[in-house]
């Protein structure tokens, strides 16, 4: 089946530590997203790469870091810098073109503790 | 920037009543307006793909319209069922592949 994975479906972080949470689709799209959502806010661009080896900061872009060495797969860093992490975390890819549709995983909720 | 607005917040219907979801936009220099569907603690469930010579997109009891000009898309839901309960938002995509998100409309359709 065709989509985008994200791993872990819940992720816990201690203050201080840094987390990767992972992002990889088969649909041989260029271009993959980051975007984090929380309550009663839309979802707001973190990063995102129109192909590999490049990617492009968003709108809240501070305390996160991310990496696109394989088309298939774009990670992302959740630093220690990032000082209210507690969110969920989405993922989604498209391909180029005007009739782009955007695709998306089942998220990551990430807490600190 | 792009700003997108989805009205009303929050609706709750009676099952089998139909019912539009709202979507506007400010800038009409869009390539595309897609339709997500959210269920609590999931990912985006891509419902229709409005691209911007199109007027209306159909999928099953779902009709969605685009109204570039006026920066206005709606969402319509025939005869609602309980299963149809989620949050229904909207996304217009412009240059650069950079995509806007409306925060959402969320729905309870009551047996």
């Known amino acids: 089946d065709g989509g985008i994975t994200q791993s872990p479906k819940y992720l816990f972080r201690k203050e201080g530590q840094n987390v990767t949470l992972s992002c990889e689709q088969n649909?041989?799209?260029?271009?993959m997203y980051w975007y984090r959502q929380d309550p009663g806010q839309g979802l707001r661009l973190i990063y995102y790469?129109?192909?590999?080896?490049?990617?492009q900061k968003g709108d809240i872009a501070e305390g996160y870091s991310v990496s696109r060495e394989k088309k298939e797969s774009f990670p992302l860093t959740v630093t220690s810098a990032q000082k209210n992490p507690t969110a969920f975390y989405l993922c989604?890819?498209?391909?180029?073109?005007?009739?782009?549709?955007?695709?998306f995983g089942q998220g990551t909720r990430l807490t600190v503790v | 920037k792009q700003e997108v607005t989805q009205i009303p917040a929050a609706l709750s219907v009676p099952e089998g009543e139909n019912l539009v979801l709202n979507c506007s936009f400010t800038?009409?220099?869009?390539?595309?307006l897609q339709w997500f569907r959210q269920d609590p603690g999931k990912g985006l469930t891509s419902l229709l793909l409005?691209?911007?010579?199109?007027r209306e997109q159909t999928s099953g009891r779902l009709n969605a319209s685009l109204d570039k000009s006026s920066g206005r898309s709606t969402l319509y839901i025939a005869a609602s069922q309980p299963g149809d309960s989620a949050t229904y938002l909207c996304?217009?995509?412009?240059?650069?592949?950079?995509?806007?998100f409306g925060t959402g409309t969320s729905l309870t359709v009551i047996p």
């Open positions: 989604a890819s498209t391909s180029r073109g005007s009739d782009t549709e955007a695709f």
């Open positions: 649909l041989n799209h260029d271009a």
């Open positions: 790469s129109q192909i590999v080896n490049d990617f």
């Open positions: 800038d009409s220099a869009i390539y595309n």
């Open positions: 409005i691209q911007s010579s199109q």
């Open positions: 996304a217009v995509l412009r240059t650069g592949n950079q995509f806007y």
